[in-house]
T-cell receptor, first 112, second 112 residues
């Protein structure tokens, strides 16, 4: 069964802690993305990767870091430098960066 | 920079009424994609339009791409409660970075 998985669905962390969100896809897609969505807001691009071992900053990369060591995986670390990390985080993938994107179910991160 | 704007931001209709959302780009787009996000869910791809003046239908949904390829619309005929959600449009970045530029979305509420 192909798709994108994100875990966990809900995540709680204390302020000042780094946290890593998981994103795995078995669609054999080259491109992967991380978006942040705040209540009533659109999708803001954090980082994207066109191919394994390569990634680029999106519009709001400050306070976040990523890696793309495997084609299937694109984890996102929310660092303590991110001023307001509480949000809904969505991971997506596509065959190429301008193709239809497939989204995971998202992770709701709450920093207390 | 390049912008994709959607109007209206919110729309509240009675079940059975029609609904239209508009997407306007500051630059000519090679294509445009539409997505739907149900409340609490993740965006799901609906359609991609490529040709100038293209019109595509999916049951009660009609998608149009403007002649100048700078605007697009999504029209829903006789809305149902299952149409509730946020509709996003997205188009390719005109610059060197191969990524999509997203509109902020139109949130549709339907009164039964």
């Amino acid at each position: 069964d192909g798709g994108i998985t994100q875990s966990p669905k809900y995540l709680f962390r204390k302020e000042g802690q780094n946290v890593t969100l998981s994103c795995e896809q078995n669609l054999n897609h080259d491109a992967m993305y991380w978006y942040r969505q705040d209540p009533g807001q659109g999708l803001r691009l954090i980082y994207y990767s066109q191919i394994v071992n390569d990634f680029q900053k999106g519009d709001i990369a400050e306070g976040y870091s990523v890696s793309r060591e495997k084609k299937e995986s694109f984890p996102l670390t929310v660092t303590s430098a991110q001023k307001n990390p509480t949000a809904f985080y969505l991971c997506a993938s596509s065959p190429d960066t301008l193709d239809e994107q497939f989204f995971g179910p998202g992770t709701r991160l709450t920093v207390l | 920079g390049q912008q994709v704007m959607q109007i209206p931001q919110y729309q509240h209709v009675q079940e059975g009424e029609d609904f239209t959302t508009y997407c306007n780009s500051s630059t000519t787009l090679s294509n445009i994609q539409w997505y739907k996000q149900r409340p609490g869910g993740h965006p799901v791809f609906l359609i991609q339009l490529v040709k100038s003046g293209e019109v595509k239908k999916q049951k009660r949904l009609t998608f149009q791409f403007g002649e100048a390829k700078k605007n697009s619309s999504l029209h829903i005929t006789a809305t149902q409660t299952t149409d509730v959600g946020t509709y996003f449009c997205a188009g390719p970045n005109a610059g060197n970075n191969r990524k999509l530029i997203w509109g902020l979305g139109t949130s549709l509420a339907v009164n039964p």
